[in-house]
């Protein structure tokens, strides 16, 4: 659900937010550090309550499937663990590509984010799955 909520932001954000093209991070010279400092802004500065959600919830999502990921290690079963991990780290490009979105406004990062929510909560319900056949 939580990757559903964050999705939905992600699609209000996009389609309702006018984003400034010049605001801090943007167009910067070195990827992640332009990408960390437009998410910064997003959060603290834009004044813009859906993006302001949209990267806080982004980063709660980020801690929240990293956690998911030791909670699964301890479990000590593989798939769950594999698939956890993979969860993890499409939720971790999201929120790369999420970063920079505003950054370079190109389409493909959109494209990405969403492919890889798809994959993030495609892992999770191989976890559901694998937990309800207990």
Same mark, same amino acid.
């Given at each position: 659900? !939580?990757?559903?909520?964050? /999705? ?7 389609? /309702? ?24 802004? !997003? ?9 302001? /959600? ?7 999502? *980020?801690?929240?499937?990293? @956690?998911?990921?030791?909670? @699964? ?9 594999? @698939?956890?991990? !993979? ?7 999201? *929120? ?6 505003? #950054?370079? #406004? ?16 495609? @892992? #999770? ?6 937990? !309800?056949? #207990?």
């Amino acid at each position: 659900m !939580a990757l559903l909520v964050q /999705f939905l932001a992600g699609m209000w954000v996009n389609l /309702f937010v006018s984003i400034p093209a010049a605001h801090p991070g943007s167009r910067p010279p070195e990827h992640f550090a332009g990408s960390a400092t437009s998410v910064a802004w !997003a959060i603290t500065s834009s004044g813009l309550p859906a993006l302001v /959600f949209h990267a806080t919830w982004g980063l709660v999502l *980020g801690f929240g499937s990293l @956690a998911l990921a030791a909670s @699964a290690r301890r479990l000590r079963r593989h798939g769950i663990t594999v @698939a956890a991990v !993979a969860g993890f780290l499409c939720v971790l490009g999201t *929120g790369f590509n999420g970063g920079s979105f505003p #950054d370079f #406004d190109e389409n493909f990062s959109s494209m990405l984010m969403a492919s890889l929510f798809a994959l993030a909560a495609l @892992a #999770d319900l191989v976890i559901l799955n694998a937990l !309800a056949g #207990d």
